[in-house]
């Protein structure tokens, strides 16, 4: 089954931090580009981060600049969104997507309707509240 699983979320104190996984099943995402991204209540669905198949260039949105940080891990057909520093505007349903043939990392995060992407995962729920 081909597939993408996004999971780590829960409930943290401002401040505080999680560790986002997306694991694929039944394909390689050591081709694709990945992207992170969130929907809060009453918001738009907002690109977070994205990181390259090609060369592993990162794009961050300038509202986690500095406090999230995305990596793969190929040999564990994953990728990581390490978020610290969290803030209550944090808050969201957390997506990720995979796609074969964006290589832009700032291209990726900018089209934020997942349907337009080859995969993408079932999202996990962030609350930052203390």
């Known amino acids: 089954q081909l597939q993408l699983v996004a999971s780590g979320g829960g409930l943290v104190q401002p401040g505080g931090s999680l560790r986002l996984s997306c694991a694929a099943s039944?394909?390689?995402?050591?081709?694709?580009?990945i992207g992170w991204f969130r929907q809060a209540p009453g918001k738009e669905q907002e690109g977070v981060s994205c990181?390259?198949?090609?060369?592993?260039?990162?794009y961050y949105a300038d509202s986690v600049k500095g406090r999230f940080t995305i990596s793969r891990d190929n040999a564990k057909n994953t990728v990581y969104l390490q978020m610290n520093s969290l803030k209550p505007e944090d808050t969201a349903v957390y997506y990720c997507?995979?796609?074969?043939?964006?290589?832009?990392?700032?291209?990726?995060?900018?089209?934020?309707?997942?349907?337009?992407?080859?995969?993408w995962g079932q999202g996990t729920q962030v609350t930052v509240s203390s």
């Open positions: 039944g394909f390689n995402l050591d081709y694709y580009t």
């Open positions: 997507a995979a796609d074969s043939l964006l290589t832009s990392v700032q291209a990726m995060c900018n089209m934020t309707a997942l349907v337009m992407y080859d995969y």
């Open positions: 990181i390259s198949s090609s060369d592993g260039s990162t």
